[in-house]
């Protein structure tokens, strides 16, 4: 076992931020996304297992300090010398004698940000630049904090491909943050999901899409047409603007794609949307809270 949380909690004078009762375990090799509104705790689970935040109860892992490696969302780096120079003295190298970091500028197509200086970097340039720094650690664990946040959608996208390529074929343990669904399904294969510093739910993402959602779902455009093409069909928790139906079997699944199908109708199939997933998580969470309160 890489680490397990027997139990954590964190206050921040009066207010509790992050408070988990049962343990997790995380296992090495696995890819964990944290997932939740801002406030969920997020950025507190991390500096906890970091030891950057005081907490109360049990972390337990043999990994060291130095064995971790984390990409928090701010960075503050010398801005007086060209990003090549703190490269070589942060990571004690020199770039034309160390094959690996000369294979991850590449890979990263860094190549011409060298000779810049840190501020004169775009954000997807300064967000690549410490992912390769982060990388070069080959941590035994490795924390990435919203990696992509305030990037626009092109340069997030491409350097979330980048990400997964690198990662594909590698058994680097993994705990990455982000509000961004669509990136966690591409890396993650487990799901932490917090809301007001509690768990949620935590598990594979299969099962949890599973035990939330069915065995797929059918997301469609919310509409009084659509609406009533699919009375009869499970509807799940969605954003206003979208209808998303449950299917428990194939036998269902067919039903519903033929009835779509026939009317020309624009849908999405998932067995792995965790927006949705994460929206009836919390739900069912709630209401079990409210009737254990009653």
């Not at 190549?111 to 967000?127: D, F, I, T, V, W």
Request: include cysteine; hydrophobic fraction near 40%; glycine fraction near 6%.
């Amino acid at each position: 076992m890489l680490l397990t949380i027997k139990q954590l909690q964190v206050k921040y004078g009066k207010q509790t931020a992050l408070q988990i009762d049962s343990p997790i375990s995380f296992e090495k090799g696995e890819r964990i996304g944290v997932i939740g509104s801002n406030g969920a705790g997020k950025t507190t689970f991390v500096k906890a297992i970091l030891g950057l935040t005081a907490y109360e109860g049990r972390i337990v892992t043999d990994l060291q300090p130095e064995q971790m490696a984390a990409h928090m969302q701010s960075n503050a780096y010398v801005t007086t010398m060209p990003v090549k120079r703190i490269m070589e003295m942060i990571l004690d190298t020199k770039i034309k004698e160390n094959k690996e970091l000369q294979e991850l500028i590449a890979f990263f197509e860094f190549e011409g940000c060298l000779s810049k200086r840190y501020n004169a970097l775009s954000g997807g340039q300064k967000q690549k630049f410490t992912i390769i720094m982060i990388m070069m650690q080959k941590a035994e664990l490795t924390f990435y904090d919203e990696v992509t946040s305030g990037l626009d959608f092109e340069t997030r996208q491409k350097l979330m491909e980048k990400m997964v390529e690198w990662y594909r074929d590698k058994e680097d343990s993994l705990i990455i943050v982000s509000h961004y669904y669509e990136e966690l399904e591409q890396l993650a294969d487990k799901i932490l999901l917090l809301d007001q510093g509690k768990v949620v739910a935590f598990g594979r993402t299969g099962e949890l899409f599973k035990t939330y959602c069915g065995d797929a779902i059918f997301v469609l455009d919310n509409n009084q047409i659509n609406s009533n093409l699919t009375k009869g069909f499970r509807a799940l928790k969605s954003p206003n603007h979208l209808i998303a139906l449950s299917c428990r079997d194939k036998e269902e699944e067919k039903r519903l794609l033929a009835i779509l199908m026939d009317n020309n109708v624009n849908f999405k199939r998932s067995n792995s949307d965790i927006e949705i997933m994460s929206i009836n998580a919390r739900e069912r969470f709630y209401a079990g809270a409210q009737c254990r309160k009653d």
